[in-house]
């Protein structure tokens, strides 16, 4: 996606009508905004917004469809040495639109379900919704950027270096089988 600043993304449009159209929409949405997203996060840049471009048209079946792609900024935990760490979050996505759990069930198996009113769709929870799914479970620096790489390399030796093979220990249990063996 380009870089260059957009408009702020409308927060409820009618997708069916944009749909019916094959209208694209491209615009930003502040962070700050989305409160689910924020609690989720370590942090998030005073001003950063999410990127978002999202395309409405109705496939050879007429359901209506949305896909997107979107970008954002964030702070993240890093689960190996606990410090923040900036990423950027990127998803592409395509949305079959339901009014009802029934219009869900029937869509394939390759299209997530996005719930409408009839009339109007709300982007910004669509977004907010992606940007959760996109979240890594365990968001980690890469390993020569992690402040833990010192501990890191004391508990995981480098490959390259030759470990003496183990003894191949006795299995305790082969006598039982032995045994086995003498009762036929």
């Known amino acids: 996606m380009s870089k260059a600043p957009h408009a702020e993304l409308p927060k ?19 962070l700050s905004a989305l409160s689910r997203f924020r609690e ?10 999410c990127s978002v471009r999202l395309s409405f048209y109705m496939d050879a079946e007429r359901r209506r469809i949305a896909s997107g792609e979107l970008e954002a900024p964030v702070r993240l935990e890093c689960q190996r040495c606990m410090n923040a760490m900036q ?9 079959g639109l ?16 996005f719930l409408t009113d009839d009339f109007s769709a709300d982007l910004w929870s669509m977004v907010e919704d992606e940007l959760l799914l996109v979240l890594p479970a365990f968001p980690l620096h890469d ?8 501990e890191l390399e004391a508990y995981e030796p480098d490959s390259s270096s030759a470990q003496p093979e183990e003894p191949r220990k006795e299995n305790p249990f082969s006598v039982l089988a032995d045994l086995k063996k003498t009762k036929h």
């Not at 989720?40 to 917004?49: I, P, R, Y």
Request: hydrophobic letters at 30%; one cysteine or more.
């Open 12 to 30: 409820s449009v009618d997708p069916y009508r944009l749909a019916e159209h094959n209208s694209t929409l491209e615009g930003e949405i502040p």
């Open 87 to 95: 990423t950027t979050l990127v998803s592409r996505f395509t949305l």
């Open 143 to 150: 390993r020569n950027e992690c402040p833990a790489r010192e």
């Open 98 to 113: 339901v009014t009802s759990d029934e219009q869900a069930q029937q869509l394939p198996k390759d299209l997530e379900p």
């Open 40 to 49: 989720a996060v370590l942090g998030v840049d005073e001003g950063a917004v």
